[in-house]
């Protein structure tokens, strides 16, 4: 049986769509959740006929409440994995300790330089020469878990931030459809910050 899994969501869903339209032999994508009703990734859902939640913070008296409601919403489909695929929120204890080690992040830079939600803008700012992505395991603190996988990508003269995150987003997709597909397959080990993915 393939991995089942849930994929969050903020904006367009690009990562989304790359995950639904790779061979899916080793995971089925059982539903996708946003913390944004207008997320064009529950478009993208929605068109793959998957079911979609939607838990807006500003619909809960606080943090832990949402973070209590997320958790509930991945846990009714029952995944193996949990993938945030452009999710702009951090997950809180309660998620964390439901799905420990089970839930995977894609992030714009090599990390850990350039954390947080501005890693393209942060790298070209520092003028580095190289920059790139990074998909790793979901921890407690902001793009902090151990690191499963990185590709580079080199800045060019006269990129600006959209240009540089278009060319990283191209390698992105391709690195998380991978990983995914590799931890569906054959799961993962974790030693200290060391993960090994046989």
Avoid at 34 to 43: E, I, K, T, Y
Avoid at 111 to 140: K, Q
Wanted: a negative charge.
């Amino acid at each position: 049986m393939p991995a089942r899994i849930v994929v969050l969501v903020s904006g367009s869903g690009s990562n989304l769509q790359a995950l639904l339209d790779a061979d899916q032999q080793s995971y089925a994508v059982v539903g996708v959740i946003s913390d944004r009703p207008d997320a064009h990734g529950l478009v993208r859902a929605e068109h793959h006929g998957l079911p979609t939640l939607v838990v807006d913070p500003g619909d809960f008296p606080d943090r832990h409440a949402w973070d209590t409601a997320l958790a509930h919403g991945i846990a009714d489909w029952s995944p193996d994995w949990v993938v945030c695929a452009g999710f702009m929120r951090i997950l809180g204890p309660v998620v964390l300790d439901t799905f420990p080690r089970r839930i995977v992040n894609t992030h714009p830079a090599l990390l850990p330089a350039f954390p947080g939600a501005h890693g393209v803008r942060d790298a070209l700012d520092y003028g580095v020469r190289v920059t790139g992505c990074t998909v790793h395991l979901v921890d407690s603190g902001v793009d902090t878990g151990p690191i499963l996988a990185q590709v580079a990508v080199g800045i060019e003269p006269g990129d600006d931030e959209t240009a540089l995150h278009e060319r990283i987003k191209v390698v992105e997709r391709e690195l998380l459809v991978d990983i995914v597909t590799r931890l569906c397959t054959d799961g993962c080990t974790v030693v200290g910050r060391k993960v090994t993915i046989p």
